[in-house]
């Protein structure tokens, strides 16, 4: 089998391309991956460097809206999946344009390409951020419509839709996943968990928006990857999957945790504006990929949050070049 790995050396396709050449999916194990990727500020240092010497990775450097790339490196790929993102909500706030051309454009390009190629299964990796918010007790399933309510979030609805209308018009056999909010190691300190974690061990402040009630459903990235596995080698064309992790917590709780893992208290906290449009709450159930493809979250949020913070503590050379910073952690923190 060979599986073209869109965003490969990012955080989640990180990840998933470690676990497939690990032998983690049965399903893949003897599979080749070949890994498109731009590169970009996002694709942290030495994400791949576990699986460079293998014999079954193949890495590109090259853009998924170069069309004659994608369309030479589909060409007799049997599995497409495709992390490649703009994912950061503050960003396409401040500037849509590279969100609207990666995660739209992109993701055309890919498909026609992948149309093309007669690719026989398409994995278009998505968001929970496509619904919008949801009250209490709400969740959402995978008929509830898309209601985005930033840049970042309209241009995955707009390429989901996208997807699946190639399914629909053309027959490929896409299927669709949408995550909640993943965290795990290799997460770039932009993102909330690795931004406070980073912040703390550099002896700075870490801001919380508003009065920090928001609420998350949190899903750790080896419960994601496995989930992307299962709908790539079982899933049913056409179909949306959602991928839960089953554990919500407002921004204030989650801060809360952090510092207590990192022996700090809510003198580093400061409460600092609220973002534009920002979504109320994220829920959505996962019952669909359970009764399907007998997926469930299998790590506890506690015990992943600690190898998360460990992590990064043990790591400070990885996050502080992608931060610019000059130096490591003025101190030891313990974990």
Not at 250 to 263: F, K, P, S
Request: aromatic letters at 8%.
């Amino acid at each position: 089998m060979h599986i073209v790995v869109t965003g490969g050396a990012g955080f989640i396709g990180s990840h998933f391309v470690r676990q497939v050449l690990r032998g983690t999916h049965p399903e893949f194990r003897a599979a080749h991956v070949t890994v498109l990727d731009r590169f970009t500020y996002a694709a942290g240092p030495g994400n791949l460097r576990e699986a460079e010497g293998s014999s079954r990775l193949t890495v590109v450097k090259g853009d998924i809206c170069d069309q004659p790339l994608v369309e030479r490196l589909l060409t007799g790929a049997d599995l497409v999946v495709h992390f490649a993102a703009e994912s950061h909500v503050d960003r396409s706030i401040a500037a849509a344009d590279d969100f609207v051309r990666t995660n739209v454009m992109g993701t055309h390009r890919l498909l026609e390409a992948a149309l093309r190629a007669r690719v026989a299964r398409f994995v278009h990796v998505s968001t929970d951020e496509v619904y919008g918010s949801i009250e209490e007790p709400g969740r959402w399933d995978e008929q509830s419509p898309v209601a985005p309510n930033s840049p970042y979030s309209a241009s995955k609805a707009a390429s989901d839709l996208l997807a699946l209308a190639y399914h629909r018009t053309h027959g490929l056999p896409v299927c669709v996943t949408r995550c909640s909010n993943t965290y795990g190691s290799h997460q770039h300190p932009e993102k909330v968990v690795p931004r406070f974690v980073t912040r703390i061990l550099s002896g700075q402040r870490v801001p919380l928006y508003g009065d920090g009630s928001h609420v998350r459903d949190w899903l750790h990235v080896d419960d994601h990857c496995r989930g992307v596995a299962l709908v790539a080698a079982g899933g049913r064309p056409g179909q949306v999957y959602n991928i839960g992790g089953g554990t919500e917590l407002t921004n204030r709780d989650l801060t809360g945790r952090i510092l207590g893992l990192l022996g700090a208290d809510w003198s580093r906290v400061d409460h600092v504006p609220d973002r534009k449009g920002h979504d109320v709450r994220y829920a959505l159930t996962y019952d669909k990929i359970s009764a399907e493809l007998g997926y469930r979250p299998t790590v506890p949020f506690e015990e992943g949050l600690a190898r998360t913070v460990a992590w990064y503590t043990r790591h400070p050379g990885w996050w502080t070049a992608l931060r610019g910073d000059e130096a490591p952690p003025r101190r030891e923190v313990p974990v």
